[in-house]
């Protein structure tokens, strides 16, 4: 008697777990993967596009950042907002990664949209650089390369 | 003939005179009136006014009397069933803990107990707590197959908490290998999506180290199953994700516009920056919640013992699946009884404090709710320790994500608007709007206020000017007429000089008067510039004192993040465990 009940009680828990795995495989990963923490070659080659390249230079460097997101992520930003070290006047900048662009702010320049709400991220001084997509959310990343999301 | 004609044309005109005065002050005593009905018009308003407030104050003050007395009602209502329905489980309750106590003392004889537990067993068809001791009766009184035979129904009613019921005591006599496999059936008879609230319960009495260190490996395994096999899922993760959001919206801090009064007054920033201050406050009120938690040393109860009667206790005293229907409706009206009435404020209460008295839980949840709300699951500080310790990467990315929040949420431009609403002066000279950003230097900022109060001020001081051209006219005409008529006989020359006279003195006068109101105003507009650019002086000063106040309050995030670093690593039970094991042979003390 006793050892039915068990059995039965074990089964729904196997069963549950086969439904478990069946979420997973649909959306579990995705999610979970374009969490994973950015690594130290990212932030490199992210600091060394604010660094005065030439246009081509900076058009590789940012198709490799895309590949990287692609493959490591599975999804690529539409550009980066990070605190700029050029100097006065320019306090931070904007990386677009599809038309590689740099662009420079001082602190009275207005932004564009959706890159605007990051500038007062970055400003805390708390994140490496704030990742922009196309939806319009913001995930910044903190300097040990945990993404907030 | 015409003389006479002209006087009774003068006589006439001087009666058209006499009535034209007479419509005029007739009509000025009409105006007079009007505005004192219009005066009364808006005081009758305003009482009409007050009247509606202190009417829907009343309606709002009857609806929560009438909602306190009915819930009040309903509380005796629900009382009344839970005593007539499950007053019996109430009896066993008592029995199981009586029955417990004798088997400690001796004193009690067999054939009592017997009695009692098989009088249960009929009153109370459906309790599994009932068959639990006879069992315990055949169990001490060694009669191996009645015991068998009750236990199984027991087990039948309730695998759980039988397994669990079963554990602890025989944990308690010292049996150390059957508790543990007591424990092991409990522990498979858990479905981890549906958990009861005892399982809280078990969490404490790993966390007071009940079962040894054996059992603490078991359960550990056991429980890592559980969460990686519920982790599978996003969602669940998100929910408690959102668990732990909900916690730290309660440390957001309050409105500080008493700090910046200036500030709140003339910027429309405001909202979002007090929004911003608070919310970064929070920080501050984590770390001295949480910090002191990390930091313990749990000392493990003198006697586990002690613990494990704690928490035979509590399961026994428990209240069934069955009662809790009734129980939530009882909490439901007593939340309506302790808001005054106020339903909202009721639902939201239960909204956040429903979930320990809620049906089942997931394993996650159980977690969650252990770390946050403890007292209503009644586990220990220890346990709320662990549990904090099992859910840190929730709490931190919980965190994390509420610091981007307010983050992005900080205004990029400080603005000041001064416009007619910012002084009475303002209002008064219907001060154009003006707008200055605080990016701007502040010498900057004060010189164009100046100037726009000066831009604004000059038509009104214009209006006082004295309008001597047009004033002119009249005397210089009639002068100039009289002048013509002395060509004719010289008395008009005479009259001339004197009308020209008296008429250039009148409007001297007229003009000295409007040169010393226009002073007045001037002097009161000069008073209000400087009024205003006190208010930007003081309000600039606050935007420095609020950047600072914010960005300690933010830099503050990075210690909470430290803390909960400390406390994953801090609530791991092994050490407490590993001092303390369990003691075997007779136990010597009684059941309270």
Not at chain 2, 385 to 399: E, G, I, Q, T
Request: proline share 4%; aromatic share 8%.
């Amino acid at each position: 008697m006793e050892f039915e009940r068990r059995r039965r009680v074990e089964t729904r828990i196997e069963a549950r777990a086969v439904a478990a795995d069946k979420d997973r495989q649909l959306f579990g990963p995705a999610v979970r993967r374009s969490r994973g923490p950015r690594h130290a070659g990212l932030f490199e080659a992210v600091r060394r596009l604010d660094a005065g390249l030439d246009a081509a230079t900076r058009a590789q460097l940012a198709e490799w950042i895309r590949a990287e997101y692609a493959n490591e992520f599975g999804d690529v930003p539409l550009g980066m907002f990070a605190v700029c070290h050029l100097g006065p006047p320019f306090v931070d900048h904007r990386l677009d990664l599809w038309q590689s662009i740099v662009e420079h702010y001082a602190p009275a320049d207005t932004v564009p949209e959706p890159f605007a709400r990051a500038r007062m991220m970055v400003r805390s001084g708390a994140y490496e650089f704030v990742e922009v997509y196309a939806s319009g959310e913001l995930k910044p990343v903190l300097k040990d390369g945990t993404v907030v999301a | 003939m015409p003389e006479q004609h002209d006087q009774h044309l003068r006589d006439q005109v001087a009666k058209l005179e006499r009535i034209v005065l007479r419509v005029e002050e007739g009509v000025g005593d009409v105006g007079v009136r009007v505005e004192g009905v219009s005066r009364r018009a808006e005081e009758v308003n305003d009482r009409l006014q007050a009247l509606t407030r202190a009417f829907e104050d009343y309606v709002l003050v009857a609806a929560r009397t009438a909602n306190v007395q009915r819930a009040e009602t309903r509380i005796g209502v629900v009382e009344g069933r839970l005593n007539s329905e499950f007053g019996h489980y109430k009896v066993v309750r008592n029995v199981a803990t009586g029955m417990l106590q004798g088997f400690d003392t001796g004193i009690v004889s067999d054939d009592t107990m017997r009695d009692v537990g098989e009088e249960l067993m009929i009153k109370t068809p459906r309790y599994w707590l009932a068959p639990v001791l006879v069992g315990l009766r055949a169990w001490i009184a060694d009669e191996p197959e009645i015991c068998d035979q009750a236990l199984g129904v027991a087990f039948q009613r309730s695998p759980d908490k039988t397994s669990l019921f079963m554990a602890l005591v025989l944990r308690r006599q010292g049996r150390g290998e059957a508790s543990l496999r007591w424990l092991r059936h409990y522990l498979i008879a858990l479905d981890p999506l549906e958990l009861g609230r005892e399982f809280a319960m078990v969490l404490e009495s790993i966390s007071q180290g009940a079962f040894g260190p054996a059992g603490v490996a078991m359960v550990q395994e056991r429980l890592d199953e559980w969460r990686s096999q519920l982790l599978r899922d996003e969602s669940r993760e998100q929910a408690q994700i959102d668990r732990w959001r909900a916690e730290l919206e309660r440390h957001v801090g309050s409105s500080s516009a008493d700090r910046f009064p200036r500030l709140a007054a003339i910027s429309p920033q405001w909202p979002q920056m007090d929004e911003a201050l608070a919310r970064a406050a929070a920080h501050g009120s984590l770390i001295d919640a949480y910090a002191t938690m990390a930091g313990e040393v749990h000392v493990p109860p003198a006697r586990v013992e002690d613990h494990v009667d704690d928490i035979l206790d509590q399961l026994v005293r428990g209240y069934d699946d069955e009662e809790l229907p009734l129980r939530r409706e009882h909490a439901e009206h007593q939340a309506v009884v302790d808001n005054g009435g106020d339903l909202d404020a009721a639902r939201h209460a239960l909204d956040t404090d429903l979930l320990a008295l809620d049906r089942t839980h997931d394993y996650l949840t159980i977690q969650s709710e252990s770390a946050l709300n403890p007292g209503k699951l009644g586990v220990s500080r220890a346990t709320q320790r662990m549990a904090v310790s099992s859910c840190h990467a929730w709490f931190d990315r919980a965190h994390a994500l509420y610091t981007r929040d307010y983050r992005g949420g900080v205004p990029g431009d400080v603005r000041a608007v001064f416009d007619q609403t910012h002084t009475l002066a303002g209002a008064v000279f219907r001060l154009p709007s003006w707008t200055g950003s605080f990016a701007t230097p502040m010498d900057e900022l004060e010189r164009d206020l100046a100037a726009h109060w000066r831009r604004a001020a000059q038509p009104f001081l214009a209006s006082f000017d004295f309008p001597w051209t047009r004033r002119l006219i009249l005397p210089v005409a009639v002068t100039a007429g009289l002048a013509l008529c002395a060509f004719q006989h010289l008395g008009f020359l005479l009259a001339a000089v004197i009308v020209g006279g008296v008429w250039a003195l009148v409007l001297w006068s007229q003009s000295q008067t409007a040169e010393q109101r226009r002073e007045a105003a001037r002097k009161q507009l000069q008073s209000a510039e400087q009024d205003s650019l006190r208010q930007l002086r003081g309000a600039g000063a606050e935007v420095v004192d609020w950047s600072t106040a914010f960005r300690q309050a933010d830099q503050r995030e990075q210690e909470v993040r430290a803390v909960i670093a400390d406390l994953a690593t801090a609530g791991v039970p092994t050490a407490a465990h590993e001092r303390r094991r369990t003691e075997t042979g007779t136990p010597d003390r009684s059941y309270t």
